[in-house]
């Protein structure tokens, strides 16, 4: 059997609360394959970003394992870069220093002068060149978004997580941001594992969409989308990816408990 660079097998996982144990990952296994791209679409409050934090070493699963290149996930790893909806700039660093601050605290083999002119290369590449020097509060929410893109990247990590990156953007910087995305892997080779609400985002980042049924999530339905090597956003408007699209709501719409699971698309 190959091994996808990112494994979860069988993992399950309950939050103890107050009120008892409240599961919320039940007996997941999925295989991201490196260089791959898949997006985990799921009810509100499924247990997305609780996957996350397992796939970067945050959290441990209560049964069940989580791999690595093969390696169980024992802890944080430099290997993984994220980025969330909310971009978490610091205000009293300018943008540069914001995108190097990863290289502080992760083990690099890069000059102090290497570090700097990698990070100016990535800002230019998401379209900053111009603002290294400016305060987050300077920068519009799309371009906080693209400066915390190149946070995540500075690293060179093998795996980056975006947990719903995009979900506070309006529709048309959000687009721009998609297409940046697929400029950013040709450029910066990863594995991609994307939450969103946005089923068209995940239509047009991922390779594989996994539709996650509501709490305690399991692996409701994996869809492949192929979406490598796309650019242009007109491919969402095709048949194809319509009818991909209709296919996935229903399937939130099982997932959500709105509709019955008889009611699937082949
Ligand atoms: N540290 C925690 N302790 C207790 N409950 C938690 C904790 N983190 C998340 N939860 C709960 O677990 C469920 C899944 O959370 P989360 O993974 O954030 O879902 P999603 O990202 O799909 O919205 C939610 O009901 C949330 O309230
Ligand atoms: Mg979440």
Known sequence: MSEGLIELRGVSLAYRTASGPLPVLDDLSISVPEGGFTAFVGPSGCGKSTLTRLI??????????????????????????????????????????????????????LSKREQEARARRLLALVGLEGFEEKRPSELSGGMRQRASLCRALIHQPEILILDEPFGALDAFTREDLWKLMHELKAEEPFTGVLITHDLREAVFLAD???????RPAKVQRRVPSGAAGRRDIEHLYTAESVALLNLLRREIEIAQGRAPAGSRAA
Do not use: C, Y
Request: proline content about 10%; hydrophobic content about 45%; aromatic content about 4%.
């Open 56 to 109: 970067a070493g945050l959290t441990k699963p209560d049964r069940g394992e989580v791999r690595l290149h093969g390696e169980p996930v024992r802890g944080p790893r430099p290997v993984v870069g994220m980025a969330f909806q909310n971009p978490v700039l610091l205000e009293w660093r300018t943008i540069l220093r914001n995108v190097l601050l990863p290289l502080e605290i992760t083990r690099t083999a």
């Open 208 to 214: 594989e969409v996994v539709v996650l049924s509501g």
